[in-house]
């Protein structure tokens, strides 16, 4: 069984910065790309940004240049540094990773149940 669970959301002022974490546990062979998505009220979900397996990044439009993913592989874990926050980013942050088990070898979604950021003053 795999487990993805988020931390770090909150309630932040316009201009300030979070960093989100996301750590995936269970019987893991290996991860894939993992990424970010937000959801906010009314509107579908999208993709904020995503890390392949070797570093490579992609972000939304309306995010680079302020926000950063990472990743540190030995611990199974992607963060998303986020800077000059907006009202217009706040959302439901999830988790998702692409990830390899005895099960899936060739890999498998995998989505943590939310964090919720709140940009206001």
């Known amino acids: 069984q795999v487990q993805l669970v988020e931390s770090g959301g909150g309630l932040v002022q316009p201009g300030g910065s979070l960093r989100l974490s996301c750590a995936a546990s269970g019987s893991i062979f290996s991860i894939n790309a993992m990424g970010w998505y937000r959801q906010a009220p009314g509107k579908q979900r999208e993709l904020v940004a995503s890390?392949?397996?070797?570093?490579?990044?992609n972000y939304a439009d309306s995010v680079k240049g302020r926000f950063t993913i990472s990743r540190d592989n030995a611990k199974y874990t992607v963060y998303l540094q986020m800077n000059r926050l907006k009202p217009e980013d706040t959302a439901v942050y999830y988790c998702n990773a692409n990830i390899a088990t005895i099960a899936h070898y060739y890999g498998m979604d995998y989505w943590g149940k939310g964090t919720l950021v709140t940009v206001s003053s």
């Open positions: 890390i392949t397996s070797g570093g490579s990044t």
